[in-house]
């Protein structure tokens, strides 16, 4: 318990924590101090923004809130006339030097840097003259970076070396000129970005966004394209919160409802793959572990992980499970199984997935995700982007109805399946199937406790028929780097590894919704510490509903195995569900015009 400290706002007391800064102190007895820099309650150590200026007694300057801690008797003003003027200068100088193409932003209706225009009462037009010289990237198939909107809040240079352990933003240049960006004001796609997509989840404007794909979705129903979509585990807990749902609401029936409802043909419940890439992957285990493979088998369904060892260990890539993520699963067999069963011309079958992740836009599109020249995903949209398109359809969200996954063949799944979409939720699967493939029982119970949480690294030992499976799970690049580490030292030994590449597993995707608590008037104020456990605990939920929650109890693989795959690592199944990753560390060299971002 931290000691207590009495502050007083406007001359009224108050209890607060020792050691907070005054930001984050006002905040526990009620206030709102706006804040652009300050992110998190994260070290704000540049104190750029200058937005959440107040009026310390004694000290002759305003105060940055976010950069001064309270003290015993310290008597502060939010509402003294000089500061509430000063936040507002501190707001128009930075819109003075801002694109203000507001109608066209995507960021419009969650931006961080209107809300606060709006709270401090700052006029665009405020300050004339020259505009720093901005940069366009919109080269990479995840990321795109717009410099005419940024602030220079640094926040998502933070996130990039703090939570992934990263670093490739910076400031770039000085002065006037001075950007963020990558070194060299390089494209994403010419530095080891691993196109996670935390760095957007930060970002307070439209700066930096997901790519956007809607355009090629309609250019496919021009077309005329079969148009089958399927949604990732983690999108049914967060999707409500772009309709004004709490965090932590289950979605899964509007969501199916939406999806088709948008125009999709067909709509897809994304835990049938992930059921059958637990098939493959534990069965991969087994056969690994029994043969005395080199250990451990790493997972290989976060497509911003694999990035991340192509690019930073790819002396342990021999250690990754060669199963293709179920996104990409789910793609190979639509275009394959799905296909010639319902007499479907595969060219005119158009794949959509619909994700909590930026990396999987990449994913989608690299030369290895294909079977014979097709590829097996056409298209990767984010949780936001399908909010984006639901709500261009007209449609609304109160009112749709819970609906049904199609169920076509294909599309059964079990609880196995659904906790994909959480840190720890792929371990806790293949531990499901694992210990059914080598006892020929079903675990009791069923649910594998140790492998929960959001703890950074989380180790456990399963006892398969009295043989001791060593396990560890993470999650975020600087969790996984240092486990890394520990195994490639010899410190450490272990049979299986999890790593996720977002802090928290799908839930936290780059893709998901914005958590931006002054625009959650209806969430708790430390909201930022609790959505992943809430957006975690839907999944638990719907685990623990299904009745069925082993992946090798879903009729539906069942099925596709007796009547088309063969076994678990049959030469089909190599075909379509697996595939190799490869170095890239030397992958860029230069940049080329053709990567080169536009600047102007
Ligand atoms: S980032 Fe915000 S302020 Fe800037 S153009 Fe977009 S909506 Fe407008
Ligand atoms: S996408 Fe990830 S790796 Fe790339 S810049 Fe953003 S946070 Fe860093
Ligand atoms: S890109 Fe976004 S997060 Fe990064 S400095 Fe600019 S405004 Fe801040
Ligand atoms: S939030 Fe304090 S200076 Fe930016």
């Known amino acids: 318990m931290a000691n207590k400290v009495t502050i007083y706002i406007e001359n009224k007391p108050y209890q607060v924590d020792e050691g907070l800064t005054i930001l984050e102190a006002a905040k526990t007895v009620g206030f709102y101090i706006p804040s652009l820099c300050n992110w998190r309650?994260?070290?704000c150590s540049l104190a750029s923004c200058r937005v959440c200026l107040v009026k310390v007694e004694g000290e002759r300057r305003l105060i940055p809130s976010c950069a001064y801690n309270v003290r015993e008797g310290l008597h502060i003003s939010i509402n003294d006339p000089d500061a509430v003027a000063a936040r507002r200068t501190s707001v128009e100088l930075l819109l003075?030097?801002?694109?203000m193409n507001?109608?066209?932003c995507r960021k419009n209706g969650v931006c961080e840097l209107l809300d606060v225009s709006r709270q401090v009462g700052a006029r665009p037009d405020q300050y004339h003259g020259a505009k720093t010289p901005t940069t366009l990237d919109e080269v990479a198939p995840g990321i795109v970076r717009d410099t005419s909107k940024c602030i220079l809040c640094g926040r998502c240079v933070e996130a990039c070396k703090k939570t992934q352990g990263i670093g490739i933003l910076g400031f770039q240049n000085r002065g006037f000129n001075t950007i963020v960006g990558p070194t060299e004001n390089r494209s994403f796609n010419n530095v080891p970005c691993i196109q996670c997509g935390q760095c957007t989840l930060v970002?307070?404007?439209?700066?930096?966004?997901?790519?956007?794909?809607?355009?090629?979705?309609?250019?496919?129903?021009?077309?005329?394209?079969?148009?089958?979509?399927?949604?990732?585990p983690a999108v049914r807990a967060s999707i409500g919160e772009e309709f004004g749902q709490k965090i932590g609401t289950n979605s899964t029936g509007k969501l199916a409802a939406a999806m088709r409802r948008v125009g999709f043909d067909k709509v897809f419940d994304m835990n049938f793959s992930a059921d059958l890439t637990i098939m493959e992957e534990a069965n991969e285990f087994v056969r690994r572990f029994s043969q005395h493979a080199p250990s451990p088998m790493i997972t290989s369904c976060s497509p911003g992980w694999i990035n991340y060892i192509e690019l930073?260990?790819?002396?342990?890539?021999?250690?990754?499970?060669t199963c293709k993520s179920p996104q990409q699963m789910f793609g190979a067999i639509l275009k394959s199984y799905y296909a010639e069963k319902n007499g479907l011309d595969r060219s005119k079958i158009f794949v959509?997935?619909?994700?909590?992740?930026?990396?999987?836009?990449?994913?989608?599109?690299?030369?290895?995700?294909?079977?014979?020249?097709?590829?097996?995903?056409?298209?990767?949209?984010?949780?936001?982007?399908?909010?984006?398109?639901?709500?261009?359809?007209?449609?609304?969200w109160n009112r749709l109805p819970n609906e049904d996954f199609d169920r076509d063949i294909i599309g059964d799944n079990t609880g196995a399946g659904v906790i994909f979409g959480v840190t720890g939720g792929v371990m806790e699967a293949a531990v499901r199937t694992a210990y059914h493939i080598l006892t020929g029982k079903e675990m009791e119970p069923v649910d594998f406790t140790p492998v929960r949480g959001l703890e950074n690294v989380k180790e456990a030992v399963a006892?398969?028929?009295?043989?001791?499976?060593?396990?560890?799970?993470?999650?975020?690049?600087?969790?996984?780097?240092?486990?890394?580490?520990?195994?490639k030292a010899g410190n450490v030994k272990y049979d299986f590894i999890e790593i996720m590449g977002c802090p928290g597993g799908c839930i936290n995707g780059g893709g998901q919704p914005y958590v931006f608590p002054p625009m959650l008037p209806n969430e708790d104020p430390d909201i930022w510490e609790t959505y992943r456990e809430k957006r975690a605990a839907v999944l638990y939920e719907e685990d623990r509903n299904k009745p069925l929650r082993r992946s090798h109890q879903n009729p539906d693989i069942q099925k596709l195995y007796k009547d088309y795959l063969g076994i678990p690592g049959s030469p089909l199944a190599e075909k379509l569900l697996h595939t190799t990753y490869n170095t890239k560390r030397e992958q860029y060299p230069d940049v080329t015009p053709e990567t080169k971002p536009v600047t102007k």
Not at 312 to 321: A, G, I, K, T
Not at 371 to 388: F, I, K, N, P, S
């Open 41 to 43: 309650n994260h070290d």
């Open 96 to 99: 003075s030097n801002h694109s």
């Open 102 to 104: 507001c109608q066209a």
């Open 203 to 232: 970002c307070p404007t439209g700066a930096l966004m997901e790519h956007n794909n809607i355009p090629e979705l309609d250019e496919a129903k021009r077309e005329g394209k079969i148009i089958l979509a399927f949604a990732a």
């Open 312 to 321: 930073n260990y790819p002396e342990l890539l021999p250690h990754v499970s």
């Open 352 to 396: 959509v997935s619909i994700i909590p992740c930026t990396a999987k836009k990449y994913e989608c599109q690299r030369p290895e995700m294909q079977v014979d020249g097709v590829r097996d995903v056409d298209l990767a949209l984010t949780t936001r982007e399908l909010a984006q398109l639901i709500r261009r359809s007209g449609i609304n």
């Open 463 to 487: 006892d398969i028929a009295g043989t001791k499976v060593r396990l560890a799970v993470t999650s975020g690049m600087v969790n996984a780097k240092k486990l890394l580490d520990e195994i």
